[in-house]
């Protein structure tokens, strides 16, 4: 073979084997500081820790330059309260500009399709946070008006719509990117501090889909790892809770349940036995439980006397809300409890909640009549269960 076709064949050989890991983030940010810091902070399991600094420019530019091995999360940071997530990969050339107080938002980013795709999301969660925010100036505008009550039934029933949509965003976003590591950002995305738009219990087969797509796609990823870990702890206390308490059913005794009452004594769901018990999960923010209270009421006042109880579970957030929910429903008259951890309350996965209101009739041994009897059809139960 003529020498000069080995010396190439040999240079394509050498070409094809060198891997660029190298990234480069070239910046520009609008309104900024001259002088000012930008950092670079790559994102562990349990830790963030910067491994670069760069000086901003009096023209707001700045630039990194890293060699990395895998793809990986990296924060870029003017502060704890501004910055934006990057999904960075070897070899990836970025380009970007933002405003200096809102890196989470991008005017643009190029170069690196999981930045890309994150931004896209974040600019649908900041609607909705300003949506949300918008509720509670209207709220503190009414403080004290005698409309408040029909005011409050109003946002709640808007910051329904407004979380079930970023919700339904939220799957389909992480359906379609499930072999990305972006769907894993996804899945602890928040509308407020703890206010969580995946919830453990409620949405857990997503956490599974993930875990089970990004495991054998980055086994050796540390967030990835780490994930896996927490879902194997989900499903071994379901699987516990399984074992100890059988899904509800007819003929079946109720699942108990000890939470505190709004005085913070703890109440349990079987000191109630000897008599017939309406076990109802509600929550101040749910515009049909609402609803539906006027008829417990109606039902607690004709049975009462008789031996009807009612035991009322709330998943609500706040206790401000959950307490001031029971005294505008007037409900003071029987058993209220809560942990108030809203989805991730402990009765979720216990009755297997996915909708409220839920209920269960109770006989007086505890064990479940019916569910899910509202307005005439529980008082039609109740009816002939005392007349016999």
Known sequence: ?????????????????????????????????????????????TELITVDSALVSEEGQFVFT?????????????????????LLEPGQKIALNAYADSLNCPIFVTGSPGTEKMAEYNK??????????????????????????????KLDSLAGIYLNEINTYT?????????SLVSLVALYQQVAP?????????????????????????PDYEPVQSLHEQVQNLLNNLNAQAITSPLPAAGNVAPDIA????????????STRGKIVLLDFWASWCNPCRKENPNL?????????????????????????????????????????????????????????EVIPTNYLLDREGRIIASNLRGENLNRKLAEIFNN
């Open 171 to 179: 799957k389909k976003y992480i359906d379609e990117n499930l072999s």
């Open 297 to 353: 009421v109606k039902a607690y006042n004709t049975y009462h006397n008789n031996g009807f109880e009612i035991y009322q579970v709330s998943l609500d957030k706040a206790k401000e809300s959950w307490v001031q929910g029971i005294r505008q429903d007037k409900l003071e008259k029987w058993i209220h409890v809560s942990d108030v951890k809203y989805w991730n309350s402990v009765v979720v996965p216990l009755y297997n909640i």
């Open 259 to 270: 939470l505190p009452d709004p005085q913070g004594d703890t109440i349990r769901l079987s």
């Open 66 to 86: 890293r060699e990395i091995e895998h793809p990986a999360f990296y924060l870029l940071k003017i502060d704890e309260k501004n910055f934006l997530t990057m």
């Open 1 to 45: 073979m003529n020498r000069f076709y080995i010396l190439i064949l040999a240079f394509m050989v050498s070409a094809t084997g060198c891997k660029n890991n190298n990234i480069e983030i070239n910046g520009k940010l609008l309104e900024s500081i001259p002088g000012k810091f930008i950092y670079l902070d790559e994102l562990k399991s």
């Open 194 to 218: 703890g206010e969580y738009i995946l919830h453990h219990h409620k949405d857990l087969n997503y956490f599974l889909k993930v875990d089970s797509s990004l495991s054998s796609l980055y």
């Open 124 to 153: 649908k969660l900041k609607k909705t946070i300003d949506q949300l925010s918008g509720l509670r100036s209207i709220y503190v505008e009414n403080l004290g008006s005698p409309q408040l009550y029909g005011v409050i039934e």
